[in-house]
């Protein structure tokens, strides 16, 4: 499984963007998806993860209610729509994939990220 991500870019404060994961491989549709983001100096933190029949879908608590993760398994794509976007969620975001078993995903699969820069 390989995965792309893309849409990242410049943003004023309350501006929105939408995020890509365009994914090849046939397991791609039975695995959850993440997104995750680094931003500079800091760890990589989680921000988002759908499961593979897009109904159930889980949120830092920072970003509920601003961003949403979905998909398209008929295009291979994941998608992360990003709202009323804060200068702190300036960051370099990553799509990744794999196995969810037991409660626990294994993101065996990572794509190269996007930078987004949110101005204030």
């Given at each position: ?97 794999g ?17 987004v820069?949110?101005?204030?």
């Amino acid at each position: 499984v390989q995965l792309q991500a893309s849409g990242g870019g410049l943003v004023q404060a309350g501006g929105s963007l939408r995020l890509s994961c365009a994914t090849s491989g046939r397991t791609f549709s039975s695995y959850t998806v993440g997104w995750f983001r680094q931003a500079p100096g800091k760890e990589r933190e989680f921000v988002a993860r759908i499961n593979w029949s897009a109904d159930i879908t889980y949120y830092r608590d920072t970003v509920k209610g601003r961003f949403t993760i979905s998909r398209d398994n008929a295009k291979n794509t994941v998608y992360l729509q990003m709202n009323n976007l804060k200068p702190e969620d300036t960051a370099v975001y990553s799509c990744a994939a794999g196995p969810r078993r037991s409660g626990i995903t294994n993101y065996d699969y990572w794509g190269q990220g996007t930078q987004v820069t949110v101005s204030s």
